[in-house]
């Protein structure tokens, strides 16, 4: 079970505005059959709703398509996977069966289209069971280079935006224009800093902004237009600031792993309370792939500068290609992230069959433990539903990290 909203802190001043966005944002978080999208296109007739799989997907192109962009995350362990289990094996991650469970009992109808970003196999392999499947609808695999020269790389991923782009207008009924996706790459840019703006708050105070409700108010802008998630991002922002939580002497940690799962929230609550304080993760990274603003000057080509940023700004996850270095540069990043949130020690956090986390794993881990960050690991499920062993030990790491170390 997971525990009421605010559990943890006793009752403040003011601190009914602050609940009441938490509770709004776990409703929408929750939300696995998108009754908040069906909301939007009965109140937006004949504009398009397109979903996308994790990790990255250009959401600035459904967006400048007039349509909506929504973030398919599977049903965490909200959904009893039955169907779903039909069409794949079961040693895989439960993202793709839950979310086809979904798609086969309805609740993604409301969805004109999907797109599938490249990840992994299995990933693959939904596309092409969605096109199956689901006859009718709008599928698109998009493929994301393996090099990160502007001349390779750059002009593939520019082909591949630009045959997006032709197949979105089509979808929506007339085509995207230059203006119109400039103006969402400004609508987007607004959004990626008001992210960064909440997680500067959390590394610098964590117990102002606790994870597992930045988490919930992260995913609820799978369903919401990015103009409106991002007004709920700053206030959130400005309630947590103020909310006079009491500060907590907590050892400060890296979580890294669940980058395209949905962890449940009791996980997330489950590492809090055994004394660790997360000031950087890899959740809901959808949202916020691209580090810094895209922002196209003048002369230049929308679709060549969101390219270029995925080259140059990329955050280095496990479902980045890296050819040369994979192990290194991943690794570099990782330790990087950390110093720049003050973080004392790493906690690798994978879902379990999770090619992509668990064939980086050990080369990241060598580059944290080259740093001289301690780290633990566990593997979780998304239908986890007991987290005791993570509990204990993740607070023997907290405590490891409190007496020994020297981070």
């Known amino acids: 079970m997971v525990a009421p909203l605010n559990a943890d802190q006793p009752a403040a001043a003011g601190a009914a505005p602050l609940q009441a966005l938490v509770e709004r944002a776990r409703a929408l978080s929750e939300d696995v059959q998108l009754e908040a999208v069906r909301a939007w296109k009965a109140a937006h007739p004949g504009r398009i709703a397109v979903g996308s799989l994790p990790v990255w997907a250009p959401r600035e192109l459904i ?152 988490y919930l108010v992260l995913r609820a802008g799978d369903v919401l237009p990015v103009e409106e998630h991002t007004a709920m991002l700053r206030e959130y922002r400005e309630l947590a600031a103020a909310s006079g939580r009491p500060m907590e002497d907590q050892a400060r940690v890296v979580l890294t792993g669940a980058f395209c799962e949905r962890p449940p929230l009791g996980l997330i609550q489950t590492v809090e309370r055994s004394g660790c304080a997360i000031v950087d993760d890899d959740l809901a990274l959808g949202l916020r792939f691209i580090r810094g603003d895209v922002a196209p000057p003048p002369d230049e080509d929308p679709l060549a500068a969101l390219a270029r940023a995925f080259l140059a700004r990329g955050r280095r996850c496990p479902t980045m290609f890296l050819p040369d270095d994979a192990g290194q540069a991943k690794g570099e990043a990782l330790v990087e992230d950390a110093r720049r949130a003050g973080a004392e020690g790493v906690i690798f956090a994978a879902a379990s069959f999770c090619d992509p986390a668990l064939l980086d794993q050990p080369m990241t881990a060598k580059a944290v433990e080259a740093a001289g960050l301690p780290s633990t690991s566990f593997k979780y499920a998304e239908n986890t539903g007991q987290f005791q062993p993570i509990r204990e030990q993740t607070g023997a790491f907290a405590d490891a990290i409190k007496i020994w170390s020297d981070a």
């Open 63 to 214: 967006h400048a398509a007039g349509g909506l962009p929504v973030g398919v995350r599977g049903g965490g362990d909200g959904v009893e996977v039955v169907r779903g289990d039909a069409y794949f094996q079961s040693y895989i991650c439960q993202l793709p069966r839950s979310t086809l469970e979904l798609a086969l009992d309805g609740s993604y109808d409301c969805l004109d289209g999907v797109i599938f970003p490249s990840t992994c196999d299995v990933i693959r392999n939904l596309s092409g069971m969605w096109q199956l499947l689901l006859p009718g609808k709008y599928v698109r695999y998009l493929d994301v280079p393996q090099s990160l020269r502007e001349d390779l790389g750059g002009r593939f991923l520019e082909h591949e935006l630009r045959t997006l782009r032709d197949e979105l207008g089509q979808l929506a009924g007339a085509p995207i224009s230059d203006d119109a996706l400039r103006a969402s790459i400004a609508a987007y840019d607004a959004h990626r800093r008001a992210i960064e703006d909440v997680y500067a708050l959390r590394a610098a105070t964590p117990w102002l902004a606790p994870s597992w409700e930045l």
